[in-house]
């Protein structure tokens, strides 16, 4: 069973850092698609951050520049380095994976997506 955990977050004031963390358990992070997404309130969960099987990352604009995503593979986690925290930053952050399998009986893929529960960032003025 798949389990991805996230930790790191919490309140703190403009301008701070915070790095959040994303353990997996059940599954091995390395060479896997690993993203970060967040959902504020009354808004769309958004992608923020991704890194690829082959440790390319993407940014979301808003963020370029003052978050970094990182894969750890001896730890089996990925992190999220937020620097210049921003108030429109606050939201409910979730780490997400996805992989495909083949299937060699019909030809076809089957895709897995998981989801953790997210941790709670909040940036006051």
């Known amino acids: 069973q798949v389990q991805l955990v996230e930790s790191g977050g919490g309140l703190v004031q403009a301008g701070a850092f915070l790095r959040l963390s994303c353990a997996a358990s059940?599954?091995?992070?390395?060479?896997?698609?690993v993203a970060w997404y967040r959902q504020a309130p009354g808004k769309q969960r958004e992608l923020v951050a991704s890194?690829?099987?082959?440790?390319?990352?993407n940014y979301a604009d808003s963020v370029k520049g003052r978050f970094t995503i990182s894969r750890d593979n001896a730890k089996n986690m990925v992190a999220l380095q937020m620097n210049d925290l921003k108030p429109e930053d606050t939201a409910v952050y979730y780490c997400?994976?996805?992989?495909?399998?083949?299937?060699?009986?019909?030809?076809?893929?089957?895709?897995?997506?998981?989801w953790g529960q997210g941790t709670q960032v909040t940036v006051s003025s």
């Open positions: 890194i690829t099987g082959a440790d390319s990352t």
């Open positions: 997400n994976t996805k992989w495909t399998l083949y299937r060699p009986f019909d030809g076809r893929q089957s895709e897995y997506v998981y």
């Open positions: 059940g599954t091995i992070f390395s060479g896997k698609f």
